[in-house]
């Protein structure tokens, strides 16, 4: 490994560490309340769902968790990520470095909270009568590296149009919520009439979770999901790459 590479890392590591000591600096539960968020949000809607409303699902809850987890680490790191830029800015303009560094500390620090909710998975699979196998060993991996170039890519995108036009932070915040109800994480995928899943299938997010849920779950792997998902990444990321490189250029300037 050369002398810029380790530089390299050994930044982006300090960069990953402040993101998460800052988060939880002066809080009784610190780090727990990264688990506790998205626990406490499927508390919510389990009740919503499942109490008031009376939706019949066996496994309710295990289904619920095991796409929440994923897509709070998605949530949270592409809300994080719109004002990474203009959040920094002193230390962009006194220190020449990678300015992907920043996002890349965000998606890291995020990625820690979903490495700590895989135990929690793994119990509760044991308490419905399920466990885990071998397939998780490679398909968990697996399902985060795609889901880590989306995020990546979205927040190259979102962090540097924010840069220039402020509006983006509000608008993907509003982008966001409407995903989380167009994704499969309260409901299966099979449960949206025909003629309304192809607004389903449009959301990046999709096969995704319902890839996550069939590891999970399921213990098995639907090749097909995975290929959509390696597509989506692929064009998420050469977007993201695109617009960032174009617009880094008077970044100086718009900060």
Same mark, same amino acid.
């Given at each position: 490994?050369?002398?810029?590479?380790?530089? $390299?890392?050994?930044?982006?590591?300090?960069?990953?560490?402040?993101?998460? $000591?800052?988060?939880?600096?002066?809080?009784?539960?610190?780090f727990?309340?990264?688990?506790?968020?998205?626990?406490?949000?499927?508390?919510?809607?389990?009740?919503?769902?499942?109490? !008031?409303?009376?939706?019949?699902?066996?496994?309710?809850?295990?289904?619920m968790?095991? %796409?929440?987890?994923?897509?709070?680490? +998605?949530? /949270?790191?592409?809300?994080? &990520?719109?004002?990474?830029?203009?959040?920094?800015?002193?230390?962009?303009?006194?220190?020449?470095?990678?300015?992907?560094?920043?996002?890349?500390?965000?998606?890291?620090?995020?990625?820690?909270?979903?490495?700590?909710s =895989?135990?929690?998975? /793994?119990?509760?699979? !044991?308490?419905?009568?399920?466990?885990? *196998?071998?397939?998780?060993?490679?398909?968990?991996?697996?399902?985060?590296?795609?889901?880590? !170039?989306?995020?990546?890519?979205?927040?190259?995108?979102?962090?540097?149009?924010?840069?220039? +036009?402020?509006?983006?932070?509000?608008? =993907?915040?509003? &982008?966001?919520?409407?995903?989380?109800?167009?994704?499969? =994480?309260?409901?299966?995928?099979?449960?949206?009439?025909?003629?309304?899943?192809?607004f389903? *299938?449009?959301?990046?997010?999709?096969?995704?979770?319902?890839?996550?849920r069939?590891?999970?779950?399921?213990?098995?792997?639907?090749?097909?999901?995975?290929?959509?998902?390696?597509?989506? %990444?692929?064009? *998420?990321?050469?977007?993201?790459? /695109?617009?960032?490189?174009?617009?880094?250029?008077?970044?100086?300037?718009?900060?």
């Amino acid at each position: 490994m050369d002398r810029n590479t380790r530089r $390299t890392l050994d930044l982006l590591q300090i960069l990953t560490d402040k993101e998460i $000591t800052v988060k939880y600096k002066r809080t009784a539960l610190g780090f727990l309340w990264s688990l506790m968020n998205p626990i406490l949000s499927a508390l919510v809607l389990f009740i919503a769902f499942k109490i !008031f409303m009376r939706f019949q699902m066996k496994d309710y809850t295990l289904f619920m968790l095991s %796409a929440m987890f994923p897509w709070t680490w +998605f949530s /949270a790191s592409v809300l994080m &990520c719109v004002n990474t830029l203009t959040g920094n800015t002193s230390l962009i303009k006194k220190v020449i470095f990678p300015k992907r560094l920043l996002i890349l500390s965000v998606i890291n620090g995020q990625l820690v909270t979903l490495i700590f909710s =895989i135990p929690i998975l /793994a119990a509760m699979t !044991f308490y419905y009568g399920m466990h885990p *196998v071998w397939t998780w060993l490679y398909g968990i991996p697996l399902l985060m590296a795609i889901q880590y !170039f989306i995020i990546y890519g979205m927040g190259m995108l979102t962090s540097m149009v924010n840069a220039y +036009f402020r509006d983006m932070e509000h608008i =993907i915040a509003v &982008c966001i919520n409407m995903l989380f109800w167009m994704t499969p =994480i309260m409901y299966p995928l099979q449960m949206v009439p025909e003629k309304y899943r192809i607004f389903l *299938v449009l959301n990046p997010m999709t096969y995704l979770i319902e890839s996550w849920r069939d590891v999970i779950m399921g213990n098995n792997i639907n090749w097909d999901y995975i290929l959509i998902s390696v597509v989506t %990444a692929g064009l *998420v990321m050469s977007a993201g790459t /695109a617009v960032f490189n174009r617009m880094d250029k008077r970044i100086d300037e718009v900060l």
